[in-house]
């Protein structure tokens, strides 16, 4: 399983973005997706994850700002940002836990895109 990440990019404070994943392969079950952040010189940070269920959770930090959707026919999510500020610059890493069949088993694994950089101007 691969995950590709788009839609980063250059943005002023206060406007928007809509980053994209999109998982390739397939798994027995695509659980958990979810998107981290990392700045520079800091700690890599969930940003929001979405269940297969279609159970949330946001960083305190970006509730009410931002907004996470999957499809799981199509094995996407997307994450919409509004009001971004300064502190919202980092590179974005799509995530997703996922479960394998093997023959004796079922076995979870995590796989992370490349990342996607949005930069926020002042």
């Known amino acids: 399983v691969q995950l590709a990440e788009s839609g980063g990019g250059l943005v002023q404070a206060g406007g928007s973005l809509r980053l994209s994943c999109a998982a390739s392969?397939?798994?027995?079950?695509?659980?958990?997706m979810g998107w981290y952040r990392q700045a520079p010189g800091k700690e890599r940070e969930l940003v929001a994850d979405?269940?297969?269920?279609?159970?949330?959770n946001y960083a305190d930090s970006v509730k009410g700002r931002i907004s996470i959707s999957r499809d799981n026919s199509k094995k996407t999510i997307d994450l919409q940002m509004n009001n971004l500020k300064a502190e919202d610059a980092a590179v974005y890493y799509c995530?997703?836990?996922?479960?394998?069949?093997?023959?004796?088993?079922?076995?979870?694994?995590?796989?992370w895109g490349q990342g996607t950089l949005v930069t926020v101007s002042s």
């Open positions: 979405i269940s297969s269920g279609f159970s949330t």
């Open positions: 995530h997703a836990d996922i479960t394998i069949a093997t023959i004796e088993t079922l076995k979870n694994l995590e796989v």
């Open positions: 392969g397939n798994a027995y079950r695509f659980n958990a």
